[in-house]
Each structure stands twice: as structure tokens, then as C-alpha cells.
């Protein structure tokens, strides 16, 4: 049996927000509200392609690197619980178009390819906390935090010791914002 990785696409948060957010999830929500994810796997996934292959691998990698889109502002400014994943999150009270445009090219291009995708709506996220099943109070609206999204990257979930752990395997440039 030929060997598979657990990947996803996804936008990188710069170190000082993933530093702001955690201190700011500190001080909002109670230690007892979930697991929080620690600070540099604080992330947004474009599109998760589960168990790929080698072969799967390299072709979404090509076509990543054909992507040619511009980059775009991501304004995190809305926070949630989905209390059925247990998952508190953050994300954006409007998405800006570009970030939907390259999440459903790289949902197509994999689906393309035989990676499952949920047909569920794309619902842009970083996730804050995870088993959190109990209804928490979220933050009343005033918090944000804004960066350029200028490039996207290809990660690999790894499960190591009892612990996981996301490894960058490439990022693409995004064009400057118009
Ligand atoms: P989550 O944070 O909402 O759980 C690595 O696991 C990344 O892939 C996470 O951002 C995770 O989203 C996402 N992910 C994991 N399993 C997924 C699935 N079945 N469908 C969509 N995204 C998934």
C-alpha cells in the first residue's frame, strides 16, 4: 500500500496576532471553556484534502503553484462556538472575496482529485478552542484583528506522541493586493 499524508491548505496568521489572540482568548474565556490550540497552530484552513497520496500531493502542488490570484486583507472580527465539534472560533463578519475565490479553486481542484470535500458551506475559521462542548459566553463584538493575507501554504498534520503538530511543506505567493 502506497503511503498517505493528512494535508491541507491554509492561511498562516503572523506570529504577533497568533501571540494578540492568545492573549486576548486568555483573558475572555474561562480556563475551563476547551482545549486552546497553542498560539503557532493558530491558522485558517482553505481546504482540508484528508489521507492524500504522493502522487495526489504533487498534483495539487502543481496546481497551487498556478494559482494566480491577488491577496487580499483578512479582517478577524467574529468570534463563535459550534457546540456539535465543540470548536470556538474566530472568524470574519464579511469574508473578503478573494479568500472565498482561493478557497473554492483549491476545494475544486481537490475534489478534482479525489480528495473529499464537505458539502457544507465554506465557513472561513481559525479555531480557538477545541472540546468545547458547554455553551460559552463569546466576547461581545469590538475585538479585530487585520493582516494581508499575501501567500498560502501546504501543511501536513502529523499525531506525535499523544500531541499534533502542523508541518509547512510549501507556501505560494498571492499577487499584491489591488
Ligand atoms: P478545524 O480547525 O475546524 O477542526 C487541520 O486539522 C485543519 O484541517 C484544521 O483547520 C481543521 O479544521 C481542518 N479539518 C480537519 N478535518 C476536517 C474535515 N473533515 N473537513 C474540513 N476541515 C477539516
Redesign the pocket.
Known sequence: MSSTR?L?F?LALPAPIQRQIVQWRADSFPPDAGRPIVAARL?L?LA?L?EASASTEQTLRRRAGRIRQAGFTLRLDDAGQWLR?G?V?LGCRRAPRGLLQLAELLRAQAARHGCYQ?PQPFHP?V?LL?SAIRPVAIPPAGFHWSFPADHFSL?Q?LYENGR?R?QLLESWPLAPAP
Open positions: 493528512r491541507f491554509a491558522h484552513t482540508f484528508g465539534p470548536v472560533w464537505s475559521h479555531t477545541r501543511y498534520s499534533t502542523y
